[in-house]
């Protein structure tokens, strides 16, 4: 019921053009999301080109954003279980690439596990519109717009790649832009959008049972929400260095970071998946205010 021709036909139309969607489809992986999020997070207003225009508090909005986008995805993709187009394991014109980066291609351009929502879609609508909405530099309407484009940019990438329905795509995007909308506007702090992304975690509990990246969202959800009852108040008091945030930054990706990729990549045991997860979940959080403590002594 899903497939209505519009992946097909957009594959056919592009032919070798379809190539550097394999790129521009990063734009919308959770790697990407988490290392853009985490820079602004950790660097707050030392951020480069940025500055003033964002504040930790909004940047840990957006923090909670992203954690409640995996919380989202881990529970709806196992929950309708739905496949992927058949051809979503084949790079698209992959003669086309050299024999030396055809693995890399492959890895880029293809798709696996369930297919609906659009993972892709879903996280861009609320990464890049909790982003448009926290960075205030320029106008508002030109922040959303510059966040709409990329929404569209990364959705197309999936169906010309033939790794998501057009449906799919629809579905995740809406879905994405009814929960920033909730967090934005009604929600609109920290604590509380943190709160909502455990709370969708342990949900997912519920419907989905103890699947291993589940139970590892759950517990990077768990993980910053605590750390942000214990340390928010601190973390908003901070004064944002560059080297402070550069210390952050390598604090994030040298625990955090291997943390939950080893979570995802190797899908360990419940205890483990959980530990991984709380220890990602923390260390993220908590991050700025170990930079800054030891950026302040090394002063």
């Known amino acids: 019921m899903r497939a209505i021709g519009v992946t097909e036909w957009l594959g056919e139309a592009l032919g070798p053009a379809v190539v550097p969607f394999a790129v521009v489809t990063q734009l919308g992986d959770l790697w990407f999301l988490t290392v853009v999020v985490g820079l602004l997070y950790w ?6 080109q940025v500055g003033a225009g964002v504040d930790r ?32 394991g084949v790079a698209p014109q992959a003669a086309l690439v050299p024999a030396a980066l055809e ?15 659009s993972g892709h879609a879903l996280g861009t609508t609320v990464v890049f519109g909790g982003l448009a909405w ?14 709409a484009g990329l929404v569209a940019l990364v959705s197309l990438s999936r169906l010309a790649l033939g790794v998501h329905y057009l449906v799919d795509v629809l579905a995740g995007a809406g ?57 928010g108040d601190r973390l908003l008091a901070l004064s944002d260095t560059r080297r402070g945030g550069v210390l952050a930054t390598l604090l994030g990706l040298a625990v955090a970071g291997p943390a939950l990729a080893v979570t995802g990549l190797l899908a360990p045991s419940v205890p483990l998946a959980l530990a991984g997860g709380l ?21």
């Open 43 to 48: 660097f707050g207003r030392s951020t480069p």
């Open 57 to 88: 508090e909004r940047a840990a909005t957006v923090v909670a954003l992203l954690f409640g986008t995996v919380a989202l995805l881990t529970t709806l993709k196992p929950l309708f279980g739905l496949a992927r187009p058949p051809d979503a």
């Open 103 to 117: 693995g890399v291609y492959a890895w880029l351009a293809t798709g696996d596990g369930f297919g609906f929502p």
């Open 134 to 147: 926290a960075v205030r530099v320029g106008p508002l309407r030109r922040r959303a717009a510059l966040a």
């Open 175 to 231: 879905l994405g832009l009814a929960y920033l909308l909730v967090v934005v506007g009604v929600l609109g702090t920290p604590r509380r959008a943190f709160g909502l992304a455990t709370a969708v975690a342990l949900l997912g509990l519920t419907v989905v049972g103890l699947h291993p990246e589940l139970v590892a969202t759950v517990g990077l959800c768990v993980g910053g929400t605590a750390a942000w009852l214990i340390a």
């Open 279 to 299: 220890v990602g979940g923390v260390v993220t959080v908590a991050a700025p205010l170990v930079g800054h403590d030891v950026d302040k002594k090394g002063a």
